[in-house]
């Protein structure tokens, strides 16, 4: 559907950002073990995932 993403540089914002809260959130978690290729793409996708959760919460409650 057209007009439901947050476009291309929105996408990689979202998903730098999501890095590093998905860090943010590893560490609180007292999981640091993660290391190499796969343990970054885990955290970031992890980061991502709360990110996007909590935008799509919030464009719902301001429509």
Do not use: D
């Not at 890095?19 to 991502?48: D, W």
């Amino acid at each position: 559907m057209r007009g439901q993403g947050f476009g291309c540089i929105g996408n990689i914002l979202i998903g730098a950002v999501g890095g590093l809260i998905g860090g943010f959130l590893f560490r609180l978690a007292g999981v640091s073990e993660l290391a190499g290729l796969l343990g970054s793409l885990v955290t970031a996708l992890v980061g991502a995932l709360v990110l996007l959760l909590v935008a799509g919460l919030i464009r719902k409650a301001v429509k």
